[in-house]
């Protein structure tokens, strides 16, 4: 006669209680704390505006002195700006620009044709310094808008 096996005897039962034990202990996700500090639209919290844009190293300076000249004057008399800051990364030959906003909203209202406006400016720029005829020597790689977690 074969002597019963116990609940934890069974090599089974015994991982799926470890398994259960261990998601309960450990199961609350990263996820469900990101989607619970992601504002809505109408949220006033600030935003960050992201963006990448393709900066050979041999340009690197005009693209700053383009972004000083056109970029950073409008950007400080706009309603809810707060800060930019400029990064560069050597090895990939890429700009990255963070720009926060007060709200979402401060930023949203800004129309299109006024970035249109002051897009075409930082193109000009661009090409006086470069010296290239292209239409945008820094075009934009990426967008993306980010909300700071607390």
Do not use: H, Y
Not at 29 to 36: I, K
Not at 100 to 110: D, E
Not at 131 to 139: Q, R
């Amino acid at each position: 006669m074969k002597k019963p096996i116990g609940l934890i005897g069974n090599p089974l039962i015994f991982l799926s209680i470890f398994f259960l034990a261990t998601l309960l202990v450990f199961g609350k996700s990263d996820m469900t704390f990101a989607t619970s500090s992601i504002p809505s639209n109408n949220s006033i919290a600030t935003v960050v505006e992201c963006l990448k844009l393709k900066v050979p190293i041999e340009d690197r300076d005009a693209w700053l002195i383009a972004e000083k000249k056109s970029w950073e004057p409008w950007l400080e008399g706009k309603e809810g700006f707060l800060s930019r800051q400029l990064l560069w990364d050597r090895q990939r030959e890429e700009a990255t620009v963070l720009i926060t906003w007060a709200s979402r909203k401060s930023w949203k209202s800004i129309s299109k044709a006024e970035i249109n406006q002051v897009q075409l400016l930082f193109e000009g720029f661009a090409r006086e310094e470069t010296g290239k005829e292209l239409d945008n020597p820094f075009p934009i790689q990426f967008e993306a808008e980010l909300s700071p977690q607390l």
